[in-house]
């Protein structure tokens, strides 16, 4: 394909804003603190940073690795790599996975347009939590408005992709996410300070290891790899964009850094309000739509912070979703050979068909299950749960078992350029720990574990 249709990350800010842009999303500020709330708040956040260093980190600076040698597409790199080997699948992986991941993040996406909406018309002040959980579910389960929310905020992203303007997109970011930052630290000192507060910090930091299950550790796993764009090719497609100016293993601390502090600090914002509140922590998709405009309703300004709050997390969803969009694009670019906007039309087309099945399996098809879940937990358990660990487990076994290790070094230097001092480390992570503990978390899992005498 021809350079300019590429985009190639100038500075090396603008790296550390793309990937974080892609990182940073609905998976910090939605999912992961439902996730923690069902699955028993300190006991899940211990075990998902463990994930975050000892398989994030690794996996991250592979992809990279992988995109900028192979120079291509998530499917096209592998191919360029590991010519006339299978390996490619994993590319096709993640197309599908993107899809499938696109699929019920942007119905969620569009919630937060309706919130948008919603805190413009100062619709959170002196209602109290039923109303407000009323209010969601009646807005969640309804046909046809949150399919509206979707159709528009894919409409935004597409032209996005289209238009290339992805410049403005990382430039906004760097400014845009330290906003967010602040916002959610706002947010945090609010809640903490409401009566009864203190009982939602100890639930976030005071771990109850009894509450570890399987499953428990599966959720920690998929949430990490959700969080940070892994194991589905984003960080291979945004890798290819990398210059070789770039000092990867930073970039790759600095982000997920940035990442897992969001997340946390979302956590401090919701549950000591979820606490002082009386909301059920094991709500679910909801607790956030509903906890966060109670706690504005009770904050000086809180008019202003909300409505702060809800664009600047449909920003953070919609860098996430062009992240996910690019790689589906790029590879029907560059390796099937669509002009870029025909591959943008025929995406979002999809895209749409899998959100709105996602939309109406909250509301009017509730009763349509598939492996007896909804389109939407569905798209995001298979994801989340299997592909990519899946992925994230082929990627580390393809970084440490086929690439030279020759090339990966030079590739980690830029050519004796910066230390690698961590190397040798790297490569005992990618090739033993980190496939082995991915695969345990799976077994277990299937219950094979037992059989194996895991547990
Ligand atoms: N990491 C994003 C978030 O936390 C979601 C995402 C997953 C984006 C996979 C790209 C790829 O919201």
Redesign the pocket.
């Known amino acids: 394909m021809s350079k300019e249709q590429r985009i190639n990350f100038s500075s090396k800010l603008a790296v550390v804003a793309a990937a974080a842009g892609?990182?940073?999303?609905?998976?910090?500020i939605w999912?992961f603190p439902y996730e923690l709330g069902q699955y028993g708040g300190a006991a899940f956040l211990i075990i998902y940073v463990l994930f975050v260093v000892l398989l994030g980190m690794p996996i991250m600076l592979s992809e990279f690795i992988i995109g900028r040698m192979g120079q291509s597409d998530t499917v096209g790199s592998f191919r360029k790599l590991a010519p006339g080997g299978k390996w490619w699948i994993i590319g096709i992986m993640g197309v599908i996975t993107?899809f499938l991941?696109l699929g019920f993040?942007s119905v969620v996406a569009g919630w937060t347009m309706e919130y948008i909406y919603q805190a413009i018309a100062n619709q959170f002040v002196s209602k109290d939590t039923a109303t407000l959980t009323q209010v969601f579910v009646d807005f969640s389960t309804d046909t046809f408005r949150p399919i509206i929310w979707l159709i528009v905020f894919i409409i935004i992203s597409a032209g996005i992709i289209m238009l290339g303007v992805k410049d403005g997109i990382e430039k906004s970011t760097k400014f845009l996410m330290p906003l967010l930052v602040i916002i959610i630290i706002a947010l945090g000192i609010r809640a903490v300070t409401l009566p009864g507060g203190s009982e939602g910090l100890r639930f976030l930091f005071q771990p109850d290891f009894s509450k570890i299950t399987s499953g428990v550790v599966l959720s920690a796993m998929g949430q990490a790899f959700?969080?940070?764009?892994?194991g589905?090719g984003?960080m291979i497609t945004y890798g290819s964009y990398i210059s070789k100016k770039n000092h990867l293993s930073h970039t790759v601390v600095e982000v997920t850094m940035m990442?897992t502090l969001i997340a946390v600090l979302a956590a401090v914002a919701i549950f000591p309000a979820v606490f002082s509140l009386g909301i059920n922590p094991g709500f679910g998709p909801e607790l956030v739509f509903i906890t966060l405009p109670n706690v504005f309703a009770q904050m000086p300004g809180g008019y202003i912070w909300s409505i702060l709050f809800f664009i600047l997390l449909c920003v953070?969803?919609l860098t996430?979703?062009i992240?996910?969009m690019e790689?589906i694009v790029a590879y029907l670019v560059e390796e099937i050979k669509l002009k870029r906007m025909t591959a943008t039309i025929l995406v979002t087309i999809i895209i749409l068909i899998l959100g709105v099945l996602a939309s109406l399996s909250i509301g009017v098809w509730k009763e349509v299950k598939i492996f007896n879940m909804g389109f939407f937990d569905l798209f995001d358990s298979i994801t989340s749960k299997i592909f990519?660990p899946l992925g994230g487990l082929l990627i580390s076994v393809f970084t440490g078992w086929v690439l030279s290790k020759k090339s990966i070094r030079e590739e980690l230097s830029t050519h004796g350029k910066f230390p690698t001092r961590y190397y040798n480390a790297f490569i005992f992570l990618v090739r033993y720990i980190t496939p082995i503990c991915i695969s345990l978390v799976l077994l277990n899992q299937l219950g094979l574990g037992k059989w194996l005498g895991l547990s």
């Not at 959700?226 to 892994?230: A, I, K, Q």
């Open positions: 892609s990182a940073v999303g609905l998976g910090n999912r993107s991941i993040y959700f969080s940070l764009s892994l589905m984003c990442d953070a969803a996430s979703v992240s996910l790689v990519m």
